[in-house]
């Protein structure tokens, strides 16, 4: 069965760093663009980045730009989101998502596969 997994969430202190990875199994993750989505809670799941398959484009929402970065490794199938500078309402639970191309938006039905979410928790 073709699925994502993600790996790397837990708790930090405010200003702190993460790095979350997202690895795929049974599909050759080199073929799609990534997304990266966190729901909060009592919140709605928004879309926060995503990556061309190439990893020569990029996008993130206002919410993260400037503190996280995606990026990916083909070699190693894997796709990272390095954020820093952490904030208590960056706690949430974070999924990456599949989707055969690059778009700049978030919608979330034109994502082919999804993975389970990693915590992020954002505390002092």
């Known amino acids: 069965q073709s699925h994502l997994v993600e790996s790397g969430g837990g708790s930090v202190q405010p200003g702190g760093s993460l790095r979350l990875s997202c690895v795929s199994s049974?599909?050759?993750?080199?073929?799609?663009?990534v997304g990266w989505f966190r729901q909060a809670p009592g919140k709605e799941r928004e879309g926060i980045s995503c990556?061309?398959?190439?990893?020569?484009?990029?996008v993130y929402a206002d919410s993260v730009k400037g503190r996280f970065t995606i990026s990916r490794d083909n070699v190693k199938n894997t796709v990272y989101l390095q954020m820093n500078s952490l904030k208590p309402e960056d706690t949430a639970i974070y999924y990456c998502?599949?989707?055969?191309?690059?778009?700049?938006?978030?919608?979330?039905?034109?994502?082919?596969?999804w993975g389970q979410g990693t915590q992020v928790t954002v505390s002092s």
């Open positions: 049974g599909f050759p993750l080199d073929e799609y663009a």
């Open positions: 998502a599949a989707r055969p191309l690059f778009r700049a938006h978030f919608e979330e039905e034109t994502y082919d596969y």
């Open positions: 990556i061309h398959k190439n990893g020569e484009r990029t």
